[in-house]
């Protein structure tokens, strides 16, 4: 059995919406895309690095990445770079209900719901590690299929946007 291990980049309240470009995903007006490039040239970026690319380049050959629909366009964009070469090396599943996803991409496979990564999660191979998606990690997390996390946690505070944990709409009550 696979295991799905949830990777996202956070801000210190929480917010988990387009850290990568200013269009990666300005839904609800969010206006601060982009908003974890400045700190890819720090010194704590370059510390944390080997260590995300680590946990994608598992041996014995790399894990497969499922991933969202507006984060599976992004890495082949890329001019170049370590992580652009690893997203075309690996299989991606886009897990898209609306069926509004572009499987074009060498590699990419549509999985049509919660049923369909649950039936992924059972059978052989690699880890899968999401990136992006708020709305497809609550699903994860509602479904008990997350097995781990890597929260790269960065310091900044956006005051708005989708969050990684969404509010609880229910208590939890202690025995």
Do not use: C
Request: no cysteine.
């Amino acid at each position: 059995m696979r295991k799905i291990i949830v990777g996202a980049q956070v801000s210190m309240d929480g917010v988990m919406q387009a850290p990568g470009t200013p269009l990666e995903d300005p839904t609800k007006g969010f206006k601060f895309g982009g908003w974890v490039m400045p700190y890819f040239r720090s010194r704590v970026w370059r510390r944390a690095r080997p260590r995300l690319q680590g946990e994608v380049r598992s041996p014995p050959r790399p894990q497969d990445l499922r991933d969202f629909r507006r984060v599976l366009a992004i890495p082949r964009n890329a001019p170049h770079g370590d992580i652009a070469k690893l997203f075309n090396e690996i299989k991606k599943y886009a897990v898209s209900r609306s069926g509004e996803v572009d499987t074009s991409w060498q590699g990419s496979v549509r999985l049509r719901d919660i049923a369909d990564v649950k039936r992924l999660k059972q059978g052989d191979g690699g880890n899968l590690v999401t990136q992006g998606s708020a709305e497809l990690v609550h699903a994860l997390l509602a479904n008990d299929l997350v097995d781990a996390m890597s929260i790269f946690t960065v310091p900044v505070v956006l005051g708005g946007g989708k969050k990684l944990f969404a509010t609880a709409r229910r208590r939890i009550r202690s025995s």
